[in-house]
């Protein structure tokens, strides 16, 4: 049974990494300035948005991170 929690736990924090990761890249794709992308994420820095945005900027991630859902 732990190992079910377990998984369910990680599965959770992927699916919700993945969620935030595609709603930043949309809104980055579609202009919207980082302050606001910072904002709507919670960060409180926007150093944290930009290192956020700037490390997946291969559109083959982007793609793997699809394909993992």
Not at 9 to 15: E, F, K, N, S
């Given at each position: 049974?732990?190992?079910?929690?377990?998984?369910?736990?990680?599965?959770?924090r992927?699916?919700?990494?993945?969620?935030r990761?595609s709603?930043?890249t949309?809104?980055?794709?579609?202009g919207?300035?980082?302050?606001?992308?910072?904002?709507?994420?919670?960060?409180?820095?926007?150093?944290?948005?930009q290192?956020?945005?700037d490390?997946?900027?291969n559109?083959?991630?982007?793609?793997?991170m699809?394909?993992?859902?």
């Amino acid at each position: 049974m732990f190992y079910f929690l377990h998984l369910h736990t990680v599965l959770l924090r992927l699916i919700t990494y993945v969620a935030r990761h595609s709603f930043a890249t949309i809104l980055k794709r579609s202009g919207i300035n980082v302050a606001i992308i910072s904002e709507a994420l919670g960060h409180s820095d926007l150093k944290t948005t930009q290192i956020y945005l700037d490390s997946f900027e291969n559109s083959q991630i982007d793609e793997a991170m699809k394909n993992l859902l």
